[in-house]
C-alpha cells in the first residue's frame, strides 16, 4: 500500500471544494469552495441560512456531504468524517455556547477532554494545576485561579479559557486549524478587545482561523481574508484590506445599505399622546435613575459594560431587584420594588431579553406555540381554536418574514435572525404599551438586522413605546429618537437631534466616566 502524499509546503491548511448538502428539496449548499492558509484568520460571512452553520457541522462531522472533497495540509480526507475525526486532523471547535460545564472548575473544564482520553488514571492534582499555571501564563490568563468555579469567573474570561483549551491539542504541532463560531455575541467590547488579541497570538504561532460572525466591523478588524456564503454558493472572495463595510455588506445583502442612516423621521413623540416616567431607579448598579418616555418613542440606553445601562429593562419588568423606584403611566403608580414579571405583563409591558435562547424561549418547542403564547387565551372561547390560531400565526410569519414560514417547525432550529423575528412578533401580538428590548439585533445577521429595525419603528409610528438598551452605537443612532448615557449607575447625558449619530454616541459614552473611576463603581456594586 502506497503511504500519503507528503503535505505541500505552500498547500492551504483547509481546503474544501464542491460541498454540497440538501435537506429534502432544500439545497443548504450548492458546490461550496474555501481555502484558509497557514496561519490565516479568515472570516466566513453570510446572512442566516446562507449555508455557514451547515459547512460547520460538515467540519464536525454532525451532518454529512452529498458531495465534495476535503484536503487538510494537502493531504487528501475521505468524507463523510467519522465522528471526532476532526480532532486527528487538528481541526478544533468554539461555539457561541463555549462548551464549558457550569459546574466544573476551572481546571477541569481546561482539561474535560484530555482527561476524558486519558489511558493513566493516576493524575497529580499538583502537576494539573502548575501545568494549567503555565498555560494561563503563556496566554495571559495568569489571573485564573484552576480551582475556582466558572461560575466565578467572567463571560471574557470563559471565552477565553474555550478559546485556550480548544488550541492546546493544535499549537504545539505549529499547525491545525481553530474554528471561532460567533464566540463575542455575549461579550463587552473590551473582551472582544482581549479575545482578538489571544487570537492573534494563537495565528501568529502557526495556528489557522476560521472566524464566522455577524459583525461586519469585528471581521474588517481581525481578519486576513473573507469568503462569503449567499443562499448556499460562495459569493466572494477577498482580502480584508482590500474591503471597506459598505463593499462587505454588499456582497453579503446583495445590496448597498446606507451606513448608520436614521430610519425614522425623529421628533414624532413630540407629538405624543401622553407617556411613562421612571423615577428613583435604584438597585446593585443603579443610583437613582428617572427618566421620561414618550408613546410613539424609542429611547436609547448605553453606556460603558457594568455602568447599569444593562440592568434598566430587566428592573423595570420586576426581572432584576429594586431598591427604590415607581414608574407612573396612564395616572397609576407601580412600585417597582413590588413588582414581578407577571404583573409587569399584566400591566402592559413586555421584554425581549439579549439572550433569546436562555430567557426569551422555548427552544424545544414549535414556532406556532411560542407565538401564540401571550394571546394563547383569546383562542380559547371553549376549547383551543387551534384552526384559527395557526391561520393568524401564517398571517405573523408572512407579515415578519420569517423563514422558513412553518408553524410546526421547531423555534431552536431556526437561525438567529428569524428566532428574533418570531419573538418580536410574539410580543407586538400581545399589544403591550411599553416594549423592553435589551441587545435587540444580538448574534443576527445584517439583513435580518435592518428588518428589525424597521418592524420596531413601525410599531412605535403606531403608538408603542419603546426602551432598547445596547452597546451598539450604530443601532442606536438608526432606531432612537433620543439616547441617555448611564455613567456610574446615573445618566450622564441625554442625546437627541443631530448628535445622535454612532461617532458622538461613542464619544459620549466613552467620555462619561473614567477607567479607575468604572472599576471602583463595579467593585462598589459587588
Known amino acids: 500500500m502506497m503511504p500519503p502524499p507528503a503535505p505541500s509546503p505552500v498547500a492551504p491548511r483547509l481546503k474544501l471544494s464542491g460541498l454540497r448538502k440538501s435537506f429534502g428539496g432544500s439545497h443548504a449548499l450548492k458546490g461550496v469552495d474555501l481555502e484558509v492558509r497557514a496561519g490565516e484568520i479568515h472570516g466566513l460571512l453570510g446572512e442566516n441560512g446562507s449555508g455557514k452553520s451547515t459547512l460547520i457541522k460538515i467540519l464536525n462531522a454532525f451532518h454529512q456531504p452529498d458531495a465534495g472533497t476535503l484536503e487538510v495540509d494537502g493531504r487528501p480526507v475521505?468524507?463523510?468524517?467519522?465522528?471526532?475525526?476532526?480532532?486527528?486532523?487538528?481541526?478544533?471547535?468554539?461555539?457561541?455556547?463555549?462548551?464549558?460545564?457550569?459546574?466544573?472548575?476551572?481546571?477541569?473544564?481546561?482539561?474535560?477532554?484530555?482527561?476524558?482520553?486519558?489511558?493513566?488514571?493516576?493524575?497529580?492534582?499538583?502537576?494539573?494545576?502548575?501545568?494549567?499555571?503555565?498555560?494561563?501564563?503563556?496566554?495571559?490568563l495568569s489571573h485564573l485561579d484552576p480551582d475556582s468555579a466558572l461560575t466565578s469567573i467572567s463571560e471574557t474570561d470563559a471565552a477565553l479559557l474555550a478559546i485556550v483549551r480548544s488550541v492546546m491539542g493544535i499549537a504545539d504541532s505549529g499547525g491545525g486549524l481553530l474554528v471561532l463560531d460567533e464566540p463575542t455575541v455575549f461579550l463587552p467590547r473590551e473582551g472582544i478587545t482581549r479575545l482578538f488579541d489571544m487570537v492573534r497570538t494563537v495565528a501568529a504561532r502557526g495556528v489557522s482561523v476560521l472566524f464566522v460572525s455577524h459583525d461586519i466591523d469585528e471581521v474588517l478588524e481581525l481578519t486576513d481574508a473573507v469568503t462569503v456564503l449567499r443562499d448556499g454558493a460562495v459569493f466572494g472572495n477577498?482580502?480584508?484590506?482590500?474591503?471597506?463595510?459598505?463593499?462587505?455588506?454588499?456582497?453579503?445583502?446583495?445590496?448597498?445599505?446606507?451606513e448608520a442612516a436614521p430610519l425614522r423621521d425623529r421628533g414624532r413623540q413630540a407629538q405624543a399622546r401622553g407617556g411613562a416616567s421612571v423615577r428613583g431607579l435604584r438597585g446593585p448598579r443603579l443610583r437613582g435613575i428617572d427618566f421620561e418616555l414618550n408613546d410613539g418613542e424609542i429611547l436609547g440606553l448605553t453606556?460603558?459594560?457594568?455602568?447599569?445601562?444593562?440592568?434598566?429593562?430587566?428592573?423595570?419588568?420586576?426581572?432584576?431587584?429594586?431598591?427604590?423606584?415607581?414608574?407612573?403611566?396612564?395616572?397609576?403608580?407601580?412600585?417597582?420594588?413590588?413588582?414581578?414579571?407577571?404583573?409587569?405583563?399584566?400591566?402592559?409591558?413586555?421584554?425581549?431579553?439579549?439572550?433569546?435562547?436562555?430567557?426569551?424561549?422555548?427552544?424545544?418547542?414549535?414556532?406556532?406555540?411560542?407565538l401564540m403564547m401571550q394571546v394563547m387565551q383569546g383562542y380559547r372561547p371553549w376549547r383551543l381554536d387551534n384552526r384559527r390560531m395557526t391561520e393568524?400565526?401564517?398571517?405573523?410569519?408572512?407579515?415578519?418574514?420569517?423563514?422558513?414560514?412553518?408553524?410546526?417547525?421547531?423555534?431552536?432550529a431556526l437561525s438567529g435572525g428569524n428566532q428574533q423575528k418570531v419573538l418580536l412578533a410574539k410580543w407586538l401580538e400581545a399589544k403591550p404599551g411599553i416594549l423592553l428590548l435589551h441587545e435587540p439585533t444580538q448574534g443576527v445577521d445584517i439583513g435580518a438586522r435592518e428588518q428589525i429595525f424597521e418592524l420596531l419603528g413601525r410599531a412605535a409610528e403606531n403608538g408603542l413605546a419603546v426602551v432598547c438598551a445596547s452597546s451598539d452605537s450604530e443601532q442606536l443612532a438608526q432606531i432612537c429618537d433620543r439616547v441617555l448615557i448611564i455613567a456610574r449607575g446615573e445618566v450622564s447625558r441625554e442625546m437627541s437631534g443631530a448628535e445622535l449619530t454612532k461617532e458622538e454616541i461613542s464619544s459620549q459614552v466613552l467620555q462619561s466616566v473614567t477607567l479607575s473611576e468604572m472599576e471602583q463603581f463595579q467593585e462598589e456594586a459587588m
Open 78 to 140: 475521505d468524507l463523510p468524517l467519522a465522528p471526532g475525526r476532526f480532532q486527528d486532523l487538528g481541526l478544533s471547535f468554539v461555539h457561541q455556547d463555549l462548551g464549558l460545564i457550569r459546574e466544573l472548575t476551572v481546571l477541569e473544564n481546561l482539561r474535560l477532554v484530555e482527561w476524558g482520553s486519558a489511558h493513566d488514571l493516576a493524575l497529580s492534582a499538583r502537576k494539573e494545576r502548575e501545568r494549567a499555571n503555565r498555560i494561563f501564563e503563556e496566554y495571559g
Open 392 to 412: 393568524r400565526a401564517n398571517e405573523l410569519l408572512e407579515e415578519f418574514d420569517v423563514r422558513p414560514r412553518d408553524p410546526d417547525a421547531v423555534f431552536g
Open 238 to 258: 477577498a482580502r480584508t484590506a482590500d474591503m471597506d463595510k459598505a463593499g462587505l455588506v454588499e456582497m453579503i445583502i446583495g445590496r448597498h445599505l446606507a
Open 303 to 370: 453606556g460603558l459594560m457594568g455602568s447599569g445601562f444593562e440592568d434598566v429593562p430587566y428592573s423595570l419588568f420586576g426581572a432584576k431587584p429594586v431598591s427604590e423606584g415607581v414608574l407612573a403611566r396612564d395616572g397609576r403608580t407601580t412600585d417597582l420594588t413590588r413588582l414581578s414579571p407577571g404583573a409587569a405583563l399584566k400591566s402592559g409591558m413586555a421584554l425581549l431579553p439579549s439572550d433569546r435562547q436562555r430567557d426569551g424561549a422555548l427552544g424545544g418547542v414549535s414556532v406556532l406555540d411560542n
